[in-house]
């Protein structure tokens, strides 16, 4: 048995898929500690999608974490 053929096939576009929407989830929390009676996750999607900095610190912990997981896969 090879390593070869212990590893499966990775669907990075996935992974990253869902680091963004957990770091997304994660850095509003960071912004707004403390949940709004009316707040959405779709408020948070349209600040991810219409604030840049927002956006580049969501995509930066994403592309950090997927550097780090990438070596081990």
């Known amino acids: 048995c090879t390593l070869e053929n ?3 096939e990775v669907d990075k576009t996935a992974m990253y898929d869902d680091f963004l ?3 997304i989830q994660y850095q509003w929390r960071l912004d707004n500690p403390y949940p709004a009676p009316h707040e959405t996750k779709d408020m948070m999607i349209l600040k ?9 610190k969501v995509r930066s912990m994403a592309s950090g974490a997927m550097q780090i997981v990438g070596k081990y896969i």
Request: proline share 7%; net charge negative; hydrophobic share 40%.
């Open 6 to 8: 212990d590893m499966i």
């Open 21 to 23: 929407d957990a770091f």
């Open 48 to 56: 991810y999608r219409s604030d840049p900095i927002f956006n580049n």
